[in-house]
């Protein structure tokens, strides 16, 4: 069994940070990509960054702000997000592609989401 847990999300004003992280815990041969996604109320579930085979690919509306890092060792995924706008108030989730065996597929996994809201 695979779980992502995230963490770090909360209330920030116009123009502050945050961190994110993600720790993806069970049986874990290997990870392949991690990323983050955001769902506001009434909109879609999108991307916003994700690492996948050595790069590291943003959505338009959050490249310069955010960043993501991972620590291959712990299996954690880090979303650093600077100069947060109202319009990243959403659920922020973690995806990940995780190996449990050498000799099973990689397979997607979704964290529950924690809550980010920017407002003054």
């Known amino acids: 069994q695979v779980q992502l847990v995230e963490s770090g999300g909360g209330l920030v004003q116009p123009g502050g940070s945050l961190r994110l992280s993600c720790v993806a815990s069970?049986?874990?041969?290997?990870?392949?990509?991690m990323g983050w996604y955001r769902q506001a109320p009434g909109k879609q579930r999108e991307l916003v960054g994700i690492?996948?085979?050595?790069?590291?690919n943003y959505a338009d509306s959050v490249k310069g702000r955010f960043t993501i890092s991972r620590d291959a060792a712990k299996n954690t995924v880090y979303l650093q997000m600077d100069g947060l706008k109202p319009e990243d108030t959403a659920v922020y989730y973690c995806n990940a592609e995780v190996r449990a065996h050498w000799y099973t597929p990689y397979n997607a996994y979704w964290g529950q989401g924690t809550q980010v809201t920017v407002s003054s």
């Open positions: 690492s996948r085979g050595g790069d590291t």
């Open positions: 069970g049986t874990i041969f290997s990870t392949n990509a």
